[in-house]
C-alpha cells in the first residue's frame, strides 16, 4: 500500500520588541540571570499586564503579510498550569478568540507551486529557563525569558513531503525576517518549530494517528525528523501496528525521533479570558496604517527582481530568499555599473561560498556590497579580467582591503595595450612550431593552447579578448 | 480634645491651621491602638517608625502651606495592598515574610498626598470571607460587641476605624467586602465602579471584581479619600482612562427630585432580620422627607447573583492564587522530595481551609467538561444582572437596599457552615458583579445595639449619587458619631 505523510506545523516566534509584552523590562538575550526582571514579570502578588503596543503591531503586520485575517476584537486567555518557569504558574496567551485567523502562504518544491493554510495567530507571552545544576540535586531559574512576545503561528495539515515542510517553514522565516518582526534564530530559539505527522493510506480523506515532534533546532533537523518519522510510521504499520498519539523528540546526533520520556499526563489548562486586560480591539484605520508600512515581501521582491533586472526565476529566488540577501544584492547594484546578471552571479556564487566555507552570514560579510560593486566596475570597464577578479575577490575576502588597492599593489591591471600583447604572441608562435603548424593543418582547437600560453605569458593580465583576436588575426593570415 | 476621634476633614482643618501637628495626631492614633487594640485585633502589622518619619515629613509640608487634605492624616490600609519593604501578608501564612519591593498604586497616591500610614489591617486571608475569621494571624472583634465578627474581609479596616485607631482606612470589596464589615461596625464604606481605582497592587482575590475603596468615619471623608486614590493609572489596564471628579463637590447635592429604586427581590429576601427591615423602612420614610422619591423597582436575577459570583471569584481566584508555590517568594514547606511534593506541601500547610475550598472550587468549575456548565454559566448570569441593573437605572438615580440581611453575627456562629456564610452576601455581590458603585453608610442600630448600615448603589461611574445620597442621608438620620463603648 502506499502512503501519504500530512504534516503540520506549528511555529513560535519572539517578537522584536525591546521590551516584554507585559512590562517594560528588556528582551536582550544573554543577560546575567535575572537581571531583566521587574515584579510584573516576576509575577509577584497585586502587579497586572500592560499590552506593549510594538507587539500588537508586529502580530498584526504579520497576520497581513500571510493573508489572514485580522479579528475586530481578540482576548488574551490565562493558560494555567504549574511549572517553576512560569512565575504566575499561568501563561497569558489567546485561546478562543486569536489575533488573527484563515491565512495562507505559496510555497514552491520541485513538484511545483502550492498554498498552505494559516489556521490561526496568535500572541502570548513566552516562560523562563530552569537551569539543572550538573552535580547537585537543584535546579534554578532564570526569568530573563520571561514576558519575552510571542507570536505563535498555526498551519492547516496542508503539507505532505518533508520538503514542502521545509520550504513553508523557509518562507514564513523569509517573511518574519522581511517584516523585522522576528531576529529568526533557530539556535537561540527566537524561532521554534514543532510539527504534527501522520501517515494515510494515499486516497484516503481520514487523517491517521498524529505524533507531534519537537527538539528540531533547523531547517534541516525538521526535514530530517519528518522524513524519519513517515519512515517509522509507515513501518508501523506495514508491520501490522499502531502509531500511537505521543510526543517525540528530535534527536539530531541519533537521527532518530524518541518518545519523550516520562509518562505525558492529558493536560487540562483551564483557558478563561485574562480578567486584567481589555479585549484586544483592533480597528481598521490601526491594520491599514501597518499594511501601508509594511515593506515588500519576499515574493513581490522576487518578481520585481526578475522584472527589473532581467534575472532568472531561479536567481531571483535564491536572492530573495533572505531580505539581506535581497539588500545585499540591491546595494551593490546602486552602485556599479555592470550587468546585474553578473553581479547577481558574483553574489550567488563566489560571495555564498565564501560565506558558506566560513559559516558566516551575509551581514557579517567579510567583503562589502561597496566592495563587490568596486571589484565589479574593475571588471566591467576592462581594468581587470575575470580570472583576476576572482583572485582580487579572495584577497579581498582575506585582507580586507578594497579592490583598487589590490589591483594596484600586485600590478594586475589588464593588459589591453596590443603591442605588449602583440609581442608575446610573436613569442608564443615563436616558441611552438609544431602546434602552429598542427593550427593550420586544422587542428584549431589548439586556439586554447595558444590562449593560455599567453596569458601564462602576461602572467594573466593580458585582456583575454584582446588576446583571442590577435592570436586568430596571426595564425589566420 | 481626643485626637482620634476626629474625622479627616475636622483633622485637616485643624492641621492646616496649625492648631495641631500630624505628629501630636499620630501619636494618639498610635496610642489609642496601644490601649484598645489588644481587645479588637484590628491589625496585622503597625508602622510606628514609618509612621512618625512621614508625620514629620507631613508637618514641614504643612508648614509650608498648600498641603493637600490628607497630608499629616494617620490612617491604616487593609493588609491586602502592598506596601514598599512593609510585610503585606494577605492575611495569609503564605505570604507572612512578603515584603513587596513596589507600592500599590493607592498607597502610593496616599503617601503622595502626604497621608500617614500607621499600619497594615487585619483581613480574611485573600480576602475571602466575610468575618475576618479566615485570618491566619487572629480573628477582629467587633467594637461594638466583642463576641461579634466586625464583618469581613476588610474586618480588620472596618474595626480600626470604628475604634479611632487611625482616622479611616483603605479596604478592597470584592463581593462586600468593604460595605459588609463598614455596616456591621457602623463606619462608611464605599466600593467604588470597577475601574475607577487603580487595582496594581492590589493582591488579586478575582480580578474582575475587585475594588479597593475607602472606609471612614463620615460620608465627607470617603470623598476626600475617593480624591485621593481614584483615577486613571497607566499600570492597570483595566482602570478607567479618564480623570475623576472632584468628590466632595457632590456633598453640596439635594435629594429633591431624585428616584430612589427598592428592589423587591431584596425586601422579600429569605432571611432579612426584623430589626434590618424595620431600618430600611425608616431610612425611606427619611429619604422622602429629604425629597427623594422611593418607588419599587425589580432586579429579577438577584437570586442567582450569589451563585453566579460564588462560581467566578473562586475560578478567578484558583488561578490568581497559583503564584503561591514556594518557588519565588513567601512560604515554601521544608524537604519536600521532588517539585510536586514542594507544590502540594507549599500550597497545602500556606493556605488556610476556606481558601483551599474556594480554589478547589474554581479549579473545578475552569476544567474541560465543566466550564460551560459553571463559568461559563455564571458570565451569563452576570450579564442579565448587569442588564438588570441598566434597566432600573433607566428611571432610577439610585437604589437603595440593607448591607447584609443581618447586623453582625458571632464569632463562630457560621464557621460550620460556609454556604449560610455565602448567602449573608446576597446584597452586596450584585454590585460587584454589575461594576457599579456601591456606599455602607450608617442608618441606625438593632434592638441589641448592633450598627447597621444601608446601601445605596448607582450607575457606572456615578460615585457622585452615591456621596450626594449618603451624605443628605447621613446628616439628617443622625446616628453616626455615636461610638462603641471599647
Ligand atoms: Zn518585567
Known sequence: MEFEAVIGLEVHAQLKTRSKIFCGCSTAFGAPPNTHVCPVCLGMPGVLPVLNKKAVDFAIMTSIATNCTVARESRFARKNYFYPDLPKNFQISMYELPLSEHGWLEIETAAGKKRVGITRIHMEEDAGKLVHDEFAPVSRVD?????????????????????????????????????????????????????????????????????????????????????????????????????VQETRLWDANAMKTLPMRGKEEAHDYRYFPEPDLLPLVVFPQWEEELKARLPELPDARKARFTSQYGLSDYDAGVLTSERELADFFEAVMASCKGEPKQAANWVTGALMGLLNARGLSISESPVSALALAALLTLLDSGVISGKIAKTVFEEMAETGKAPDVIVKEKGLVQVSDASVIEKAVEEVLAENPAEVTGYRGGKTKLM????????????????PGLVNELLKKRLDA | MELFRLTVSEAADLLSRREISSRELTLAALSRIEAVEPKVGAFITLCREEALAAADAADKALAKGGAAPLCGIPLSVKDVLCTKGVRTTCGSKILESFFPPY??????????????????????????????????????????????????????????????????????????????????????????SYGRVSRYGLVAYASSLDQVGPITKSVRDAAILMNAIAGHDPKDSTSMPKSAPDFTEALRGELSGMTLGLPKEYMEAEGLAPDVALLMEKAVKTLSE???SCV?????????????????????????????????????AENPNDLAEMYKNTRSAGFGPEVRRRILLGTYALSAGYYDAYYGKASQVRTLIMRDFARVFASCDAVISPVSPTPAFLIGEKCADPLTMYLSDIFTVPANLAGIPGISVPCGFSADGLPVGLQIMADHFKEETLLTVAHAFEAAAGVSGKKPQL
Open chain 1, 143 to 243: 526569568l530573563n525569558r520571561t514576558g519575552t512576545p510571542l507570536m505563535e503561528i498555526v498551519s492547516e495539515p496542508d503539507m505532505r513531503t518533508p520538503e514542502e515542510a521545509g520550504a513553508y517553514l523557509r518562507k514564513l522565516h523569509a517573511i518574519l525576517r522581511y517584516l523585522d518582526v522576528c531576529d529568526g534564530n533557530m539556535e537561540e530559539g527566537s524561532f521554534r518549530c514543532d510539527a504534527n505527522v501522520s501517515i494515510r493510506p494515499r486516497g484516503q480523506e481520514a487523517f491517521g494517528t498524529r505524533a507531534e515532534l519537537k527538539n528540531m533546532n533547523s531547517f534541516k533537523n525538521v526535514e530530517k525528523a519528518l522524513a524519519f518519522e513517515i519512515a517509522r510510521q509507515t513501518a508501523v504499520i506495514e508491520d501490522g501496528g499502531r502509531v
Open chain 1, 448 to 463: 586554447g593552447f595558444f590562449v593560455g600560453a599567453v596569458m601564462k605569458k602576461t602572467r594573466g593580465k593580458a585582456n
Open chain 2, 103 to 192: 507600592d500599590a498604586t493607592v498607597v502610593s497616591r496616599l503617601k503622595d498626598a502626604g497621608a500617614v500610614i500607621i499600619g497594615k489591617n487585619n483581613m480574611d486571608e485573600f480576602a475571602m470571607g466575610s468575618s475576618t475569621e479566615n485570618s491566619a494571624f487572629h480573628p477582629t472583634r467587633n467594637p461594638w460587641d466583642p463576641c461579634r465578627i466586625p464583618g469581613g474581609s476588610s474586618g480588620g479596616s472596618a474595626a480600626a476605624v470604628a475604634a479611632d485607631m487611625g482616622l479611616c482606612s483603605l479596604g478592597s470589596d470584592t463581593g462586600g467586602s468593604i460595605r459588609q464589615p463598614a455596616s456591621h461596625c457602623g463606619v462608611v464604606g464605599l466600593k467604588p
Open chain 2, 290 to 292: 429629604l425629597g427623594a
Open chain 2, 296 to 332: 419599587p423597582v425589580s432586579l429579577p436575577h438577584t437570586g442567582y447573583a450569589v451563585a453566579a459570583y460564588y462560581l467566578i471569584a473562586p475560578a478567578e481566584a484558583s488561578s490568581n492564587l497559583a503564584r503561591y508555590d514556594g518557588v519565588k517568594y513567601g512560604f515554601r
